[in-house]
């Protein structure tokens, strides 16, 4: 998955990403964050579906252990995948959001 | 164990200890839980298995071309690279014969498909079988490989003269002393010489593939002379 890739991934790879733009976490952690931020649970097969995607194209990294914990970072390419990602949603949101308030008038 | 190899063993143990930690701390249930690692293990299965028919695919298409292309440079479609000598010179049509089987007049004979047809006789090939005229002794040889001639029968050649009637294939033939034989029912004579020539001037018949005609053959046409 590339920078170019990831606009067509799944919003739960951004959320990963997003999540983890905030700094390394591991899996609990990312989990709770996300509910926190977004609202949505995510389950622990849905989690490492999206961890194994991205850590293979790179775009996060694991880090050593610490006791039973996985923590994930997120690398140079995942954090210019996801703000490009971010940037298009963000460019259509104001869109939307402009002619949802033109509309409602 | 419904994940793939690959992905359990990088990850299995990782989904483990966090499962471990959502039931710990009463996140999720068992059976919830259990479906959730169902669903997801599927989803990663599908995705292993697009992968791999994408692949396969590809590796099958590019088998596929390479196959083509070897069968197109031994001239099995009889569309080029031919081992046997190429026509050289121009009047007489040359064709490479995909089937079995041609037609001359009313008679018709089976060959291996890797003979070449023609319509006249310029010798020196490997498996050729002509049909057409015999002016100019064309079809006189002697030929080093197998050659087979049909040509048009408009009165009993002399070689022929004092021949009993045999019966080949229920068609009325007369055979001199060499094997080569006139079929005065089908219009046509029939020499040969080479290895082959025997086992191909009995396959005669009358022509099922077209009636009356001065030349015809179900065969695939690709001039290349």
Known sequence: ???????????????????????????????????????????????YGCIAKLEKAGLVEALPSEDRRH??????????????????SARIAEIGLSRVAGAML | MLYP?????????????????????????????????????????????????????????????VVVAALLATNTFGLGGSTS????WTSPRVISVGLDSIGYRDAQLSFPPSFEAITQTPGGFTGMLSTGSASGGTCVGPFRD??????????VPSAYAGEQPTILNGVTVYRDAKGDYYAPSLQVEVTASGPMAHRI???????RICTHAIWCGSITVTAVG
């Open chain 1, 1 to 47: 998955m590339t920078v170019e890739g990831i606009r067509g991934s799944s919003d739960r790879s951004v959320l990963v990403l997003t999540s983890l733009a905030g700094g390394p976490k591991h899996g609990y952690a990312l989990i709770k964050d996300i509910e926190g931020f977004a609202g949505i649970r995510l389950g622990p097969g849905t989690l």
């Open chain 1, 71 to 88: 923590p994930y970072r997120i690398t140079t390419s995942g954090l210019e995948a996801v703000k490009g990602r971010l940037v298009e």
């Open chain 2, 5 to 65: 190899k690959n992905w359990r063993e990088r990850y299995s143990e990782e989904v483990a200890d966090l499962s471990a930690e959502l039931l710990a701390a009463g996140e999720v249930s068992q059976s919830r839980l259990a479906l959730e690692l169902t669903k997801s293990a599927l989803a990663e299965r599908a995705r292993v298995w697009h992968r791999t028919r994408t692949l396969a695919v590809l590796l099958g298409s590019a088998a596929l071309i």
């Open chain 2, 85 to 88: 000598p190429r026509v050289t």
């Open chain 2, 146 to 155: 197998t050659v087979v001639c049909l040509l048009p029968l408009h009165q």
């Open chain 2, 201 to 207: 001037v009995d396959t005669l018949t009358r022509n």
